[in-house]
């Protein structure tokens, strides 16, 4: 069974960090490319960043320079550190892993508050 379960979130304020983990389990973590999208209220749900499983990073443009996403495979985990994060970062979190469209994969997802 497959299980992608996201942690980290939370209330800060504008201005401030937040480090996002997804810990995965039931998949061979490594060969797959691991992604953070965002889902805000009346909004559809975006590609905030992604990370291969060699490493190769992508960020969408309104994230660029204020997140990084890294990953452990050993630990099976997926990161996402926040910076300077404004009040339309708030969104619901998810965690995604992909190989193909057969075998993708979905976290329940984790709140980010960010209050001005």
């Known amino acids: 069974q497959v299980q992608l379960v996201e942690s980290g979130g939370g209330l800060v304020q504008a201005g401030g960090s937040l480090k996002l983990s997804c810990a995965a389990s039931?998949?061979?973590?490594?060969?797959?490319?691991m992604g953070w999208y965002r889902q805000a209220p009346g909004k559809q749900r975006e590609l905030v960043a992604s990370?291969?499983?060699?490493?190769?990073?992508s960020y969408a443009e309104s994230m660029k320079g204020r997140c990084t996403v890294s990953r452990d495979n050993g630990k099976k985990t997926v990161y996402l550190q926040m910076n300077s994060l404004k009040p339309e970062d708030t969104a619901v979190y998810y965690c995604?892993?992909?190989?193909?469209?057969?075998?993708?994969?979905w976290g329940q997802g984790t709140q980010v508050t960010v209050s001005s």
């Open positions: 990370i291969t499983g060699g490493g190769g990073t």
């Open positions: 995604s892993a992909y190989l193909g469209l057969a075998s993708s994969y």
């Open positions: 039931g998949i061979i973590f490594s060969l797959y490319t």
